[in-house]
């Protein structure tokens, strides 16, 4: 029988409370939410925290609302929310077809995007797609709000910019003119972690890729932005041997490991073709060619 | 800790340690053992049990976490001695063989018809891709679902006309 170590619990009823608690027990202590991660890690003695504060209460930290510049989620909002979202279909259409891969209907009732963000495992899909929107994270800590963007999140595998007295409270997906974007996972059965997944977002105005979004999930020790791939595309009109050309970058930038999922070869092979099938997919949703 | 949780409409408190898993809690507690205790890794869904409606994982859920909300398993879907249709169609079409997958199985799609009440085929696949079947096969567990949703319409229709 797998059980979690012993712990001391607390459910929070408030954001301000939970943050005092992280200050008052220190790093010994966790947030959980839907706990799909975390319980698990628990379980297996890879994670052993003294103490639980259960922000599933927080019902003003799940939301998804659209602001004139920018869609605000709250950290809480569910994944199932994410998939059902309309907004989110409409504006951001890379969460829908990331959600539609991320574990299974049962375990999406109650993962949440903070989450699966401060989970920070290279593999999960919500972390290409936020690093490929450029989202911006709003932290909370006991001295006020922060604000990082996507590129300095991770700083390793399963660590991130949050502090231990803080919490991610919510995800800020830039709104502009002319986006597309698209998600493509390659699994080894429904429902499993990433062999290879990557998110590409293109901002397109006259003709011509604005800006550009690529990330790569389950392809280096944490999520990889490929930069060099981003401004590969910069400024000129998409075409498919401007995909193929991102589709190397991202093969060359990528640093996968071998393991039970593939091969390095492999998972570099995925790296370059899902890159040039999310930039296509991406495109023909900014251009509108696809509903 | 004391763990108060409403299980199928009636509160159910003990004292437990904080890491007391909900799948232990509803069989420990009340004796339900109707809700099977699979993979522990929420993979299987034999555990699946109803939080306020929606399917969960009660392996993956602490039963501290579940105060203050209504948990259903397996054990309320027969009322007053007559089997829920979703039961009966996996009767009808032998949507089960071993039984082991079923209870999870049954809450799962339990849920999927009263969200949808006439799913497809692909929609009653997706519904249960977090329920694994070793030995009955999914064709016949669909098959079940399908029925039920039929039959269910049916009841509903005479529940009006009468």
Redesign the interface.
Known sequence: ?????????E?ATSVEGAIATLQRIGPEARL?AG??SL??MM?LRLANPEF?I?I??LDELSYIDERITEIRIGALTRHHELLESELLARRAPVFRDAEEVI?????R??GTIGGSLCQADAAEDLSAVCAALKANLVIRGPDGERTTGMDGFYIGPFTTAVGADEMLTEIRIPIRAGAGSAHEKVERR??DFAIAAVSAAVWIEGGTIADAGIALGALGPTTIIVTRAETALKGKPPSEELFAEAGEIASEDCAPVADGRGPVDYKRHLANVLTVRALRRATARALQQEA | ?EVKININGHDVARDV?????LV?FIRDTPGLTGTHWGC????C?AC?VL?DG????SC???A??C??HEIRTVESLEQDGRLDPIQMGFHEKHGLHCGFCTPGMLM?TRALLDENPNPTDAEIR??I???ICRCTGYKNIVSAVRWAAEHEAERSAMKQEA
């Not at chain 1, 574990?103 to 375990?107: L, S």
């Open positions: 029988m797998q059980t979690p170590a012993p712990f001391e619990y459910r959980i706990g799909h319980l698990p379980k639980l259960d599933n209460d574990a299974d209907p049962v375990v009732n109650r429904a429902g | 800790m340690e904080p890491r007391t898993l232990h522990d890794t929420s993979n869904g699946v939080m929606k399917p969960v994982k993956t859920t602490l501290a976490m105060m203050g799962t997706t519904a891709s977090g329920a």
